[in-house]
T-cell receptor, first 114, second 113 residues
C-alpha cells in the first residue's frame, strides 16, 4: 500500500523567503507523485507531477520539487514566496498498479506575511 | 483546456430533500471521480467511473448515488442526507484510470440542515 506524510501542518514564511514544504512517501513499487494547491473555497490545482522522467520537476508559479528515492522524499520548494502563495498544499501518491487510488497527505497550510 | 465544471456552486438542503450535483468535462477523459472534503482535511475518494462504468465505490452510504450518463457527465444524487454530510464535494477527471493527472472542478459546497 502507498502512503504520504506531510511534515508540518502549518508553515509560515515572510514574503520573499524560501518556501519548503516537506513530503515523504511510502511505496513498494515506483511511485507517481503530485503536488496540488487549494485556495479557499476552490478545487485542487495541479502544481507539478513526478513520473520518473526527471528527478527535478518544475511546476507552475515558480514551484519545483525534487524526487529523492534514497530519502523517499518529494519536497516542494519556491525560492521567493509571494503573498498569493498562501494556500493549502497537498502531496499525493499513486502507482501504475491496477486499482490504485490517488492517496493524499493531510495537507500543509502555507501562510505568507509581509 | 483542462476545465472541469461543477454545478451548483452552493447547495443547502434539508434531510428529507432529494438533490443532485452535476459535473462536466470536455477533455475526452474517460475516468471521473467524486471526492468529499471536510474543512482542513484532504479529499476523500467516494466513487470512480472508468469508461462510464462504476469502478471504485469506497463503501459510501447508499444515500449517495452516483450516475455517469455519458463520457462527459457525472452526477451525484443525494437523498436523506445527514448534517455530517455537509462538506465540499469535488469532481475530478483524468484521461484514464491510471497514473494520469486528475483535474479537479471547483467543487459544490453542500450544507445539510
Amino acid at each position: 500500500a502507498q502512503s504520504v506524510t506531510q511534515l508540518g501542518s502549518h508553515v509560515s514564511v515572510s514574503e520573499g523567503a524560501l518556501v519548503l514544504l516537506r513530503c515523504n512517501y511510502s511505496s513498494s513499487v515506483p511511485p507517481y507523485l503530485f503536488w496540488y494547491v487549494q485556495y479557499p473555497n476552490q478545487g485542487l490545482q495541479l502544481l507539478l507531477k513526478y513520473t520518473s522522467a526527471a528527478t527535478l520537476v518544475k511546476g507552475i508559479n515558480g514551484f519545483e520539487a525534487e524526487f529523492k528515492k534514497s530519502e523517499t522524499s518529494f519536497h516542494l520548494t519556491k525560492p521567493s514566496a509571494h503573498m498569493s502563495d498562501a494556500a493549502e498544499y497537498f502531496c499525493a501518491v499513486t502507482t501504475n498498479q491496477a486499482g490504485t487510488a490517488l492517496i493524499f497527505g493531510k495537507g500543509t497550510t502555507l501562510s505568507v506575511s509581509s | 483546456d483542462t476545465e472541469v465544471t461543477q454545478t451548483p456552486k452552493h447547495l443547502v438542503m434539508g434531510m428529507t430533500n432529494k438533490k443532485s450535483l452535476k459535473c462536466e468535462q470536455h477533455m475526452g477523459h474517460r475516468a471521473m471521480y467524486w471526492y468529499k472534503q471536510k474543512a482542513k482535511k484532504p479529499p476523500e475518494l467516494m466513487f470512480v467511473y472508468s469508461y462510464e462504468k462504476l469502478s471504485i465505490n469506497e463503501s459510501v452510504p447508499s444515500r449517495f448515488s452516483p450516475e455517469c450518463p455519458n463520457s462527459s457527465l457525472l452526477n451525484l444524487h443525494l437523498h436523506a442526507l445527514q448534517p455530517e454530510d455537509s462538506a465540499l464535494y469535488l469532481c475530478a477527471s483524468s484521461l484514464r484510470l491510471s497514473t494520469d493527472t486528475q483535474y479537479f472542478g471547483p467543487g459544490t459546497r453542500l450544507t445539510v440542515l
